[in-house]
């Protein structure tokens, strides 16, 4: 079982649709969790940590749940420029990042 | 305040050969950690440095070095290059003692290995 595993992509979305990717871990000794994004040919890029509470930044919302193990974002009022791959990213401690595969979240007109 | 940097952006070597790729860290940061993302697939782990010391590693050959120097910038080397090390090398920087923080990677080395 791979460590971090995504729903496997694309995700090909209208405008304004809401669009929700999930994400699991193996370890449950991670400590902590982050939606990373990534466009084409360019490095990664933090999206937004994920919490136990659930968080929330704008049109995106994370939630986190350890008993289970899954991770999940979702988007909301999907945009043009919301295209691009997103990474579930599990920290295991001293700044360790392990990336799942990543999911490519195509908006269309 | 500048962010990492990598250098240099785009690099060709053919297989066999020996490739050095270097990282400045973001400034107050004194741990450097490098990753490899292969076409289609997530970053993957090489190793981190912290006080000039290998300070945990991936699943990566011992072809795969690196080294930190005493101003927290960084090299990767990797010695007789093969085909599937053809990938986008990502380099972070990161204050020890941060355990849970968040990477902010620098725009990362495209390898090519021919």
């Known amino acids: 079982r791979k460590e971090v595993e995504q729903d496997p992509g694309p995700f090909n979305v209208p405008e304004g649709a809401t669009v929700a990717f999930n994400c699991t871990y193996s370890?449950?000794?991670?400590?902590?969790f982050f939606w990373y994004r990534q466009d084409c040919r360019k490095e990664p890029k933090l999206l937004m940590s994920?919490?136990?509470s659930g968080n929330e930044d704008g049109r995106f919302t994370a939630q986190l749940n350890r008993a289970s193990q899954y991770i999940s974002l979702l988007i909301r009022d999907s945009k043009l420029s919301d295209s691009a791959t997103y990474l579930c990213v599990v920290n295991k401690g001293y700044s360790t990042l392990t990336f799942g595969k990543g999911t490519m979240l195509l908006v269309s007109p | 305040e500048t962010g990492v940097t990598q250098s240099p952006t785009h690099l060709i070597k053919t297989r066999g050969q020996q490739v050095t790729l270097r990282c400045s860290s973001q400034s107050g940061h004194n741990t450097v950690s490098w990753y490899q993302q292969a076409l289609g697939q997530g970053p993957q782990f090489i190793f981190q440095?912290?006080?000039?010391?290998?300070?945990g590693r991936g699943n990566f050959p011992p072809r795969f070095s690196g080294l930190q120097f005493p101003n927290y910038s960084s090299e990767l080397n990797v010695n007789a290059l093969e085909l599937d090390d053809s990938a986008l090398y990502l380099c972070?920087?990161?204050?020890?003692?941060?355990?849970?923080?968040?990477?902010?990677f620098g725009n990362g080395t495209r390898l090519t290995v021919t």
């Open positions: 440095y912290y006080r000039e010391e290998e300070n």
């Open positions: 972070a920087s990161s204050l020890a003692g941060e355990f849970n923080s968040p990477l902010h």
């Open positions: 994920v919490y136990s």
């Open positions: 370890n449950s000794a991670s400590q902590s």
